[in-house]
């Protein structure tokens, strides 16, 4: 059964961090681009951050350029996002997602769509 399971979501503080970790299971990582997705409350699912299948090419939303890092290790089959200096505006529940297109087209074509998804981890940044 082909998987992608999310972990590392949580309730941090404004300023704070997390690593969200994506691991799969059932097929191999490192024959697909992987991303980050978010949906918050009442909002469309966006690109966060995606990363090209060997990890050479990255693409990073705006609104967390300079604060998140995305990274793969293919050998764990595992992608991880780390966040720092969080901010409420971060809150949503965090989805990653594998698919055969590049990293840049899979973080910005509308609508959002992608080969495999995963069920999602909350992040909420509160005081």
């Known amino acids: 059964q082909l998987q992608l399971v999310e972990s590392g979501g949580g309730l941090v503080q404004p300023g704070g961090s997390l690593r969200l970790s994506c691991a799969a299971s059932g097929f191999t990582l490192n024959y697909y681009a992987i991303g980050w997705f978010r949906q918050a409350p009442g909002k469309e699912r966006e690109g966060v951050s995606c990363i090209s299948r060997r990890g050479g090419n990255t693409y990073y939303a705006d609104s967390v350029k300079g604060r998140f890092t995305i990274s793969r290790d293919n050998a764990k089959n595992t992608v991880y996002l780390q966040m720092n200096s969080l901010k409420p505006e971060d809150t949503a529940v965090y989805y990653c997602?594998?698919?055969?297109?590049?990293?840049?087209?899979?973080?910005?074509?509308?609508?959002?769509?992608?080969?495999?998804w995963g069920q999602g981890t909350q992040v909420t940044v509160s005081s």
């Open positions: 997602a594998a698919d055969s297109t590049t990293a840049q087209t899979m973080c910005t074509m509308r609508p959002v769509r992608s080969d495999y």
